[in-house]
């Protein structure tokens, strides 16, 4: 079993859909939770982070963290074009741990 | 300011053939990483370098080894190729010495394929 498991899509919606992203992961350990967004032929580039649960919002973007069930999720309101790419999760157990990073999941927006 | 730059941008071995990959970065980061990304099977961190003069195996080293010539630059060496190796290649870097506690800021990537 993979350490954290990510839908690989692809996934389409309408533009102005709102879209939720998940990961699942198996060890409770972690602590540092982020998104990272990839573009086709791309480097990745942080989205989002997270240190331990709760919430956090960034504009159209929302991260949430639920480590009593051990599932992540990403939120995008008013989904645009542009917002097509691969969205990959990645997490850590401490700040100088290595992080473990989520397949990706291929996301496309039909304008 | 270019940020992270990788090259080349595509390659092609033989199997059995070595080649340095080259990773520069102009942000004056301490922190530098390789990471290899295969279909399905995410982003896997190679080697990184958590300041100048330092090394150290990620989760896939074998195969591969590193110099982190300064600040700036960071090479990633193939000694003798292996299909296996067929991959994209990603720099990185960051400020800080943590990894899951700092941005990483990735390069274009190196697209390898080894016959």
């Known amino acids: 079993q993979k350490e954290v498991e990510q839908d690989p899509g692809p996934l389409s919606v309408p533009e102005g859909a709102i879209v939720s992203l998940n990961c699942t992961y198996s060890n409770s350990a972690f602590q540092y939770f982020m998104w990272y967004r990839q573009y086709s032929r791309k480097g990745p580039e942080l989205l989002m982070y997270t240190y331990s649960s709760g919430n956090k919002e960034d504009g159209r973007f929302t991260a949430q963290v639920d480590k009593s069930s051990k599932y992540i999720s990403l939120f995008i309101r008013d989904s645009q074009p542009s917002d097509s790419a691969t969205y990959l999760c990645?997490?850590?157990?401490?700040?100088?741990?290595?992080?473990?990073f989520g397949s990706g999941t291929r996301l496309s927006i039909r304008p | 300011n270019a940020g992270v730059t990788q090259t080349p941008k595509f390659q092609v071995l033989k199997t059995g053939q070595s080649m340095t990959l080259q990773c520069a970065q102009d942000?004056?980061?301490?922190?530098m990483y390789w990471y290899r990304q295969d279909p399905g099977m995410g982003l896997r961190l190679i080697y990184y370098s958590a300041s100048e003069g330092t090394t150290d195996k990620g989760e896939v080293p074998n195969g591969y080894n590193v110099s982190r010539l300064n600040k700036r630059e960071f090479s990633l060496r193939l000694e003798s190729a292996a299909p296996s190796q067929t991959s994209v290649y990603f720099c990185a870097s960051s400020e800080g010495p943590g990894l899951a506690g700092t941005r990483q800021y990735f390069g274009p990537g190196t697209r390898l394929t080894v016959t």
């Open positions: 942000m004056n980061h301490n922190s």
């Open positions: 990645a997490m850590g157990y401490s700040s100088a741990s290595k992080i473990i």
